[in-house]
């Protein structure tokens, strides 16, 4: 495993390396204690019977004498039961004891003190350690009481190594755990970063790494991707608009730059001047034009959203059919209207009424009874378990269901329909508008006509 030094700096390794710090005090304190009291205790019981032995010989002395003494340590000292003793006369002459001689580290010196001394164990002897009580007595005697305290010794090396293991595989696994961690970790943040310099250099379809597992990092690239799909469609809106822009505007302005240059040259009496009216015709076709691109352009950035406000959805359709009611009755047709009390949703209410103004223009342009050529209009807006909807209706001929798709693109006109005014935009702003408000369009049959139902979550 190649370790990059950025792994080090990582927040990951930083705060591994913090609780690694914290379970090693922590292990290191619990086996510290656990080893400091199991040596205390030990000390304490050998002491404790070395005392009680001493306690014992005293005894024996007191009852019996010197010689019950001598007796009673030559018994003690024959069986092999891990105690030591000693006991010499003025000369330092042993007189009983399984010791040798007077231990070098208790001569001069009353009281504990533990020394080496060769054992006799099954094998033969050994080298061990043992702990004793050194007892000065009266005429010049001396007795040395004591255990041996080998399997103690090894009891607390084998606590002492045990900790030293724990101490150093905690360290090993915490370390490469939390470079392994902290090296993963890198590795996502690495191809997030690979991910955004290639979308700087220009390629906005590329997307933030997901795995799958819904962690922080996830959830953070599932965010950016999100902000990434909207840019993109901003981005290819207006991509879209600016080649409109450039191929829809170019043809009328030619024709109008074409006409005028005509009209210049021209000697006929008042040909300049019809040429200027129908330039001015024109020019105001093209400005009704961009004005629709631009509203197009607005609801489809999305930048609308933020001055949303409440709209009563009833009394925006009552408003628009009061505006349509004397135009239609001019023409002797109907005007149905349907509104649930209380339709209301957060929207631009000036774009929800450019969208109601759209779909009545067209049904008086193209949905007329094709008997009878009266506009039959129908309106509705009503509200059920948090959704909106609105329809706008009529009796005409209606759309064919393959051009329903199409008929929202922008420039887009039927074939039929090119005898009316237009410019094939007013279908693609609705499209645009409900989309802002994360709407949904729906182009059906009205039998016989067209019904155009439009909802939208409240
Ligand atoms: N109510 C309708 N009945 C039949 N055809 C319609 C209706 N509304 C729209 N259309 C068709 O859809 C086309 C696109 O409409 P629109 O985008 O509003 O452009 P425009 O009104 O400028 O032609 C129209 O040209 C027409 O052919
Ligand atoms: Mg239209």
């Known amino acids: 495993m190649r370790i990059n030094l950025k792994v080090l700096k990582t927040s990951t390794f930083r705060l591994a390396a913090i609780y690694l710090t914290v379970f090693a005090i922590s292990i290191g304190a619990v086996l510290s204690y656990v080893y400091w009291n199991t040596v205390v205790l030990l000390q304490d019981q050998t002491n404790d019977t070395i005392g009680a032995e001493v306690q014992g010989l005293a005894e024996q002395y007191r009852q019996r004498g010197l010689s019950g003494l001598l007796e009673v340590i030559k018994e003690r000292s024959k069986e092999n039961t891990g105690s030591v003793y000693l006991f010499t006369n003025f000369v330092g002459r042993r007189m009983a004891g399984n010791l040798d001689s007077l231990p070098v580290g208790a001569v001069g010196n009353e009281g504990w003190f533990e020394f080496p001394y060769s054992a006799r164990t099954q094998t033969g002897r050994e080298k061990h350690i043992a702990r004793a009580y050194h007892l000065e007595l009266a005429g010049g005697f001396t007795l040395v009481v004591g255990r041996d305290v080998e399997e103690r010794r090894k009891f607390a090396g084998l606590i002492r190594t045990a900790l030293f293991w724990a101490l150093g595989l905690a360290a090993v696994f915490g370390v490469s755990g939390s ?39 996830d959830r953070l690239s599932l965010s950016l991707n999100d902000m990434l799909d909207q840019i993109e ?56 034009t961009f004005n629709a691109l631009l509203s197009i352009a607005k609801a489809e950035s999305g930048q609308a959203r933020a001055g949303f406000t409440d709209v009563d959805i009833g009394e925006l359709i009552e408003e628009m059919a009061d505006l349509y009611e004397p135009l239609i009755e001019d023409q002797e047709g109907s005007l149905n209207v349907h509104v649930e009390p209380g339709t209301k949703m957060k929207a631009d209410r000036q774009l929800l009424a450019q969208m109601l103004t759209n779909l009545i223009d067209n049904v008086m342009k193209y949905g007329l009874d094709p008997k009878t050529g009266q506009p039959h209009v129908e309106l509705f807006a009503g509200h059920s378990a948090g959704q909106v909807t609105i329809y706008v209706a009529d009796k005409g001929v209606g759309i064919d269901e393959k051009d329903h798709q199409r008929v929202t693109e922008r420039f887009v006109r039927l074939e039929k329909s090119r005898s009316a005014p237009g410019n094939g935009l007013g279908l693609s702003l609705v499209k645009g508008v409900i989309e802002l408000h994360n709407g949904t369009l729906n182009l059906q049959d009205n039998n016989p006509g067209l019904k155009v139902v439009m909802r939208f979550n409240k």
């Open 233 to 288: 469609r901003l981005m290819s809106g207006m991509k879209e608009i600016s080649s409109n822009v450039a191929h829809d505007l170019r043809t009328p302005l030619t024709r109008m730059r074409s006409r005028v240059e005509a009209a210049l040259r021209s000697n006929v009496p008042g040909e300049q001047r019809a040429a200027l009216e129908t330039t001015l015709v024109e020019t105001d076709q093209l400005l009704v």
């Open 179 to 217: 470079l392994l961690m902290s090296r993963n970790f890198l590795a996502r943040i690495d191809s997030i970063s690979a991910t955004s310099r290639t979308i700087m250099a220009g390629d906005l379809t590329g997307r933030m790494p997901v795995t799958g597992t819904g962690d922080e990092l």
